[in-house]
Every structure is written in C-alpha cells, then in structure tokens.
C-alpha cells in the first residue's frame, strides 16, 4: 500500500494547516476529526486530521508519530472551521479550545456491575446469602459492586459460576449524580409559557433550525419552558444543551434540572478537575445523558447530534471568552444549530441588543412572557437622587427607612453595590496622585478586611503606603466606596441585622456561594449586599426589599455598551424583589436621576430603553446595526505596541485607499481615537469623529482605555462596518502586517465583535 498524505491542523499558532505521511494500513483510522501525534520542528504536538489528499507526493514528508483515541465528531470539526475563519484564529488552536484537556490522556476507571442472567429468578439458590443477593438484583436491577453491603465475593463468585448472574465493567462516573433519585413534577403551564412551549415544540418536530429569542420579565417562569422544550426532544435519540452564565452562581437552576431529568444530565464548569470534566464529556459521548448544562464551553458538549440550545441570560457578557479563541457562546451556540437544523433559544428579561434587534428584523423568532407567574405584581421601582447627601453618606433616608421596615417585619433585604472593596482608590490631598498598580495603568482597591491594596486587573497587592509616591506628602484619602464599605457603615447603623456580604472577595472556594444563598433561603441573613453577583438568576421569595446603593457605577466608563450594562443590571437587581407571596420594592440611588437607562429601568420598561438605545446605535453604526473588529498590539515595549499599531493601520488604509481609486468609495478613515470610547455621559457633546457615512471606519491608533496590563502596553485600532467579511479580510491584513514586521516582538490580537473595549 502506498503511503497516504495527511492534511492536518497543528495545534500552534500558524493560520495554515500542514501535511504528513503515514502508512496505508492507517487510512481507515485516519478520518476527519481523528487526532494524532505528529513532530512539529523538535518538539512533538498534537494534530487534528482535516482530511486525506490524493495526488500529492509524500516525498520528505515527516510522518504521523501515533493516532490518538479520541476524536472530534464531523458535527465539531464543522463548528470549528466556522470558528476559526469568523474569528481569525488558527484552526489548530480553535480545535484546542474545544476539546477538554485530559482528553485522550486519563484513562478511564471502571467499576464492576452486577446484573442477573435472564431466567435466573427461576433456578434456585444455595443458602440464604445467595438468595438474598438474588432478590436484591431482582428488586434493583444492575448495581455495582461497591454498592453492596454484606455480600462475600464467594458469593457473588458461586452465583456467577452457577450462571445466575453476570458481571461486566462500567465507567465510574466521577461527577457525584446528587438528588438524582428526587423527581419533581411539573407544573401546569401558565397561557403565555404553553404558547412558547408550542412553538419551539413545532420547531423541534419538524427538525428545522431556528432561533427564538424567550424575552420573559424576571420571575416569569422562563426555566420552566426550558424544561418542557427539552423534554420535546425524547425519543428522538438527540441531546440537548443548556448555557448558563456562571454554573456556580446557579445551584438553583442545576437543582431543577437535575429533579426533572435525573442523572441523565452532565454538567461542565470550571471547578471540575481536568479528569472530572473528560469524564462528562465520555457520558456524553456514550449516549449515558440528554442534557449538558454549563458556562461558555458547553457548547462544544460534544452529542453527536444535537437538537436544542438554550442559552440563559443571554445578554450575559461571560459568554464571550477575552482570552485565547476570542467567540461568543451565544453565537456559537446559533451557528451550531444551524449546522445540524436544531433549534436555539435564547433567554433574558433583558436581551442584548443584538438579539432584540435580529428578532426585530425577524432573523430570529420573538417570544414574550410579559407577565410573572400567577400574576405577581412586578415591583415598585422608587428612584432616588443621590445628589443632595452623597457627599456625607451613602444611604438616602428612603433606603435606610426601608431596610428599617423590612427588619422590623422580618422580611430580608439585598443590596447591590458593583464595586468590591473597601473605597475605589487613595489619592494624595496635596497632590492629587492616585495610587495606582507599578504593571496596570488602573488605581489599586484598599481592601480592609486584609488591609491591602489591590489590583482587580492583574492581582497584584501591596500594603497601604505611608506617603505618597511622587509629592511624598502623607496626608492620603479614601475616595469611593465599595462592598467592604458599605457592610460596614450598614452594620454601624443596624447592629442587631444579620448582615452578609457576597463578592468575589467573601465568597472563594467550592460551594461558598451555594452555602450562602442556602442560609438566606433558610432566612438566617436579613441583609444581603453584594455586587453583581446577587442580581443573577436567583430566586429569592423572601427578599422584599432590593436597594441599588449606586446606580451610576458603571455609566461613566468609556464603553458605548455602558447604558446597556446598566439598565440590565438594575432591571435584574430589581427583578429579585418580590417573587414570593409578599409585594417587592425597589430604590434606585443615582446621582443621574433623568438618565434614560435608569428611567425605563423603574417602569420596568425594555422596549423604551431599546428604541433609545438603538437610534444611538443606528446614528454611529455601532452593533447591532453595524460590526466592530477590534486589534490589540501587545507588547512589552511601548514603541513597538505603537509602531506596529501603525503599521497595521498604514496596510489597512494602504487597501482601503487602493478600493477607493478602484471606484469603491465605501471605505472611510477617521481621525485617530474617534469617538466610540467616548463615556455615555458625554454623549451627544461631539466626539472628535465624523458621521460615519460611509461603509467601513477605521479608529485609531489609540492607546487602550487601560493602556497597560500585566506589563504589557497595549494599543488598539477598531474597525466598524456594516460589511462583516470586508472588516475580517482588513483585520487579518492588519495582523498579517503586523507579524511580518515584528514576528515576537508584538502581539497582535483580534477580536471580532468585541465585549470588552477597555
Ligand atoms: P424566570 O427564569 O423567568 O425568572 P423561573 O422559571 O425561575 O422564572 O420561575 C419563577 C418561579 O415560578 C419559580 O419558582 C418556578 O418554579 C415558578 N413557576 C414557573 N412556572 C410555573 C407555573 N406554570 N406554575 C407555577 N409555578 C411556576
Ligand atoms: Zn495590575
């Protein structure tokens, strides 16, 4: 047999695939998708097998080391083709990100089963051992053997021996399967969620792709249609998967699918082990579940076919990944579905933009629930203008008036304030330096429980200087406050309330956040203050009171998605009042009272705070209406971040330019540092870019918003334009420019559709 030339993505940065030879007798292990072992310069790397060739000579061809045993299904490698050319990421490392890491290195461990031998109840046992074994296997079917209690291996040896019974090896699931012998039963479907129920039910018979886009109001019972749409798909042999935002931030939601599916659900996150995780992805491989529910990466659950993708709360931010293969879950999930004629839902009391704005335009199919469940009022939202007392406290009387209220009826309150830490930053009275990380180019937190100083960027921490650094001066003040600050103030006010707080600070380590919200289920806790951690998901029938300590947090960054983030955030904060038997309010405190985000936010009204938000959108052409692709140039040298800044700008005008004379005047350059990092406070005061009329802008150079991270400078160009394959072809120029001028010395980073612009 001649040998066979293989082309196969290596899993390092190159943007090519590479061939190999191997022996004949491989061919008919050598499929797409296979993974193999291959010499890449001295090292050895792992390598998908993209296909055979035929026709080419394998002369001087290195050859395949080893055929791996796993293996990417031809519905992956698909999604992972699609990934690499949307995202402009090698094909070898998007291949990477998909797969879990001990795949195909953990073996796996077995445990031994005993089950009876058909007929076997008939034939009659020796001694009261055996038989009682035998009534045992009889009552429970197939059980391990470390299952059992009292029973020799003489035993079970003489029973086997007999022909009574049988034992084979099955995979030992490490994934403790909790509650999966509790089954609830489902509720009757209120009008609205049997209408959705019905819809994606008829999308899911007929086996064609669809998106819906499940807009419900907070606590309008949008699980539940998950659930009855997943249970659509019995019998048809096809799985389901479920994206939630952060598995541990939704014990609540895992719970519900586990009483109504049992151990046939897997569940990946990041506090699984490498061999936890390869070990889901084997039960879902060997057909042991019907649901996956997880972050992000779940949406490579690697079913062989797949029939329904829910992503919950889609508008969440951490479905994109900001490191590495830069995707966004949310739109994997739809490109996959489409792939395989599947359906996707996408649920939220507050959708994205981009969602509402495709559901819209009819791209995707719109459901609502505009009503909770069994009519519960929606919450009186009061807002509050901080204006008049922020600069002596932080609580308006209305807010500490209410919380006084709820104590002495001894209902619970939460309280969110989206900023950890003690105060913001310490800036020096004489000179007005703030202390700011020696690696980052953002203020340190003072953190009073360990009173240190913190970087929420990089990590980095240090104790509380004595002086300032640059006047020397020693008189150094807080400004700002953050959660640690507030739980104390509060506890000085109230030191009867059992108070908690719930950060990324207080809650570290497994099961923290699960044990907390089981002691405020429990009523334990009659204050909860947290940042945005307390305002997803969760359901909490017993809070009456929900308090927004500082509305305007996020509105002064320099993100146009910022009116976006803020009115979700205070929409979902206020949607955890109220959604038990006793009526909900809500206090907003804002030093912006008349700010349009936080006034749709107290009617609880999204399309009002679309249609203002979306004529900003349409006027700049920024997402949904247009596309951004954003290029990093990253390096430890500030020169080279910007010189090679400017040169992927001088090889990106250089084709715009050469359109242009082409007779294509769709291309358009704006002066540098145009104004799409412009804070939302100050919009409308004129940024210095032009109306982008034309197709396709290019932004920058400019130096990041935090121009330094980790030691690393950091300059940025952004393309925006209504033609998405124009932007990526510019974009992969840029970076080709780039790589050929500087190789090492700087890195070029792409983000397509970008979240984050900081
Ligand atoms: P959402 O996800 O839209 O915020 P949930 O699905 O969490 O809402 O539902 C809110 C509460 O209402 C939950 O406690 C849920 O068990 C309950 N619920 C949902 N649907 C029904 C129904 N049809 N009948 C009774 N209770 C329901
Ligand atoms: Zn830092």
Redesign the pocket.
């Known amino acids: 047999m001649p040998d066979l030339v293989v082309d196969i993505a290596v899993g390092i940065s190159v943007h090519k695939t590479f061939h190999y030879r191997a022996p004949g007798e491989m061919q008919d292990l050598l499929l797409p998708g296979t993974r193999v072992l291959i010499p890449f310069g001295s090292r050895r790397v792992t390598g998908t097998v993209i296909g055979l060739l035929s026709g080419v000579a394998s002369d001087g061809l290195k050859q395949v080391i080893e055929v791996l045993d796993d293996h990417l299904s031809p519905e992956l490698l698909d999604l992972a083709r699609w990934m690499s050319d949307y995202y402009l990421h090698p094909l070898g490392l998007t291949i990477e990100t998909l797969l879990p890491k001990a795949l195909g290195r953990a073996v796996p461990k077995m445990e031994k089963m005993l089950c009876l031998i058909a007929g076997a109840d008939t034939a009659a046992p020796k001694g009261p051992k055996q038989a009682a074994l035998l009534h045992l296997l009889k009552e429970q079917g197939e059980t391990a053997v470390s299952a059992l209690d009292g029973f020799s291996r003489s035993t079970i040896k003489s029973l086997q021996d007999a022909g009574l019974l049988e034992i084979t090896e099955r995979e030992l699931s490490l994934v403790p399967v909790t509650e999966a012998g509790i089954r609830d039963k489902p509720?009757?479907?209120?009008p609205e969620?049997a209408g959705a129920v019905a819809e994606i039910g008829a999308s899911l018979f007929s086996g064609t792709f669809g998106v819906y886009l499940l807009h419900?109001?907070?606590?309008?019972?949008?699980?539940?249609?998950y659930l009855h749409g997943i249970k659509c798909l019995a019998g048809t042999g096809k799985g389901a998967i479920v994206l939630v935002p952060e598995i541990a931030l939704t014990p609540?939601?895992l719970s519900?699918f586990r009483k109504r599916f049992g151990s046939r659900v897997a569940v990946l996150h990041s506090g699984l082990t490498d061999r936890e995780r390869a070990d889901e992805y084997r039960r879902i491989q060997a057909r042991e579940v019907d649901v996956a529910i997880g972050a992000r990466s779940a949406v490579f659950a690697p079913f062989d076919r797949v029939g329904l993708i829910i992503v919950?709360e889609e508008h969440e931010n951490s479905y994109k990944q900001d490191e590495g293969l830069r995707y966004h879950a949310r739109d994997v999930a739809i490109m996959r579905a489409k792939f395989r004629d599947a359906v996707a839902v996408l649920?939220s009391?507050t959708p994205s933009l981009e969602s509402y704005y495709n559901a819209q335009s009819g791209k995707y199919r719109y459901l609502r629930?505009a009503n909770?469940?069994?009519h519960r009022p929606m919450p009186e939202v009061k807002i509050v203008d901080a204006r008049p007392f922020a600069k002596q406290h932080l609580y308006s009387p209305q807010l500490l008036d209410g919380v006084k209220q709820r104590l002495e009826k001894k209902e619970q309150t939460l309280l969110l304030l989206n900023r950890r830490g003690f105060s913001s930053v310490i800036i020096c009275r004489e000179c007005g330096t703030a202390v700011k990380c020696p690696c980052c180019s953002v203020s340190l937190t003072f953190h009073k429980s360990e009173n240190v100083l913190k970087c929420h960027y990089c990590g980095h921490f240090t104790k509380p200087p004595g002086e300032c650094a640059s006047c020397f001066g020693t008189d150094l003040k807080m400004i700002g406050s953050g959660t640690q600050k507030v739980e104390e103030e509060l506890q000085k006010l109230f030191p009867a309330a059992r108070l908690r707080r719930m950060d990324s600070d207080s809650v570290k380590g497994k099961d923290a956040h699960d044990r907390l919200l089981q002691q405020v289920d429990r009523l334990e806790v009659d204050i909860l203050l947290g940042t945005q951690m307390i305002a997803k998901?969760h359901?909490f029938?017993t809070v009456t009171l929900v308090g927004v300590v500082d509305a305007d947090v996020g509105l002064n960054l320099p993100d146009f998605r910022a009116c976006e983030k803020t009115f979700q955030l205070i929409t979902q904060a206020a949607?955890r009042a109220g959604?038990g038997e006793a009526a909900g309010e809500v206090i907003i405190q804002t030093m912006n009272p008349n700010h349009y985000s936080i006034l749709h936010s107290r009617t609880h009204d999204y399309e009002g705070f679309y249609n203002e938000e979306i004529a900003f959108r349409t006027q700049l052409k920024y997402p949904p209406v247009g596309r951004i692709i954003k290029l990093e140039m990253k390096s430890a040298n500030e020169g080279y971040a910007k010189e090679a800044a400017r040169t992927a700008q001088n090889r990106i005008r250089y084709l715009m330019t050469n359109r242009n004379r082409a007779g294509d005047s769709s291309i358009s350059v704006a002066k540098n540092g145009g104004g799409i990092n412009t804070p939302p406070s100050q919009r409308g005061a004129g940024g210095d870019c032009d109306a982008p009329a034309k197709d396709v802008i290019l932004l920058g150079p400019a130096p990041a918003p935090i121009s330094r991270v980790r030691g690393q400078y950091r300059y940025q160009l952004l393309l925006l334009s209504q033609k998405r394959e124009m932007i990526r072809y510019l974009a992969a120029e840029g970076r080709n420019a780039v790589d050929e001028k500087y190789g090492r010395k700087c890195k070029v980073i792409i983000d397509v559709d970008p979240v984050n612009l900081m």
């Not at 509720?187 to 209120?190: A, I, N, R, S, T």
């Not at 419900?216 to 249609?225: F, L, N, Q, R």
């Open positions: 509720p009757e479907l209120m969620q419900g109001v907070t606590g309008s019972g949008k699980t539940e249609v609540q939601l519900r919950d649920g009391a629930l909770r469940v069994d998901g359901d029938p949607g959604r």
